[in-house]
């Protein structure tokens, strides 16, 4: 990933978190104001105003960051088309894509392996592209390998652009299998 591309990953998930819990205090508002918690239900949907309000904000500041990046305009997703394959579906097939390429790999020899992996999973939507411009299964494998890392399944101290797995990350698949 060049320096760009992580900003957009950055940014990407940054504006999808916040769409998440935007949705989610939506729905637990409404389903407070169904059983009748009208206290509740008020408080839940005036937090999730406020938080489309920081997302709207967010999104004219990401123009901005685009701009700085010498792009003339961020780009935009194409409507959803339907499920996306859940985040935790990831983290077998990025490190088995490892343990499959000797250890560590490029990014790019990394991603292709997660997708042959993942090929039968992977939804229409996951093939769109996202805020970024990448495609959304890719950012979302992204996402994990930066989280594994976190987790030391990853190792952290790669060369740039490699990813490679740790003994704990082979156990973890190990004990997975």
Known sequence: MTDHDEIRTAQE???EALG???QELQRTGGEAFGAGELDAAEELLERAKVVR???????ALGQRLYEALG?????????GTGPTTHFGQYQGPVLQALVDLGGRAETSDALDRVHELMAAVLTPADHERVL??????K????????RLVKEGLL???????????TEEGRRWLEEQG
């Open 155 to 165: 190792a952290d101290d790669s060369p740039y652009g490699v990813w490679e797995i």
């Open 71 to 79: 792009e003339e305009e961020s780009p935009r997703p194409e409507p």
């Open 13 to 15: 998930m940054l504006l």
């Open 53 to 59: 309000g920081l997302l709207e904000e967010y999104e």
């Open 139 to 146: 950012s979302t494998a992204a996402w994990v390998r930066f």
């Open 20 to 22: 998440a819990y935007a």
């Open 132 to 137: 970024s411009g990448r495609v959304r299964w």
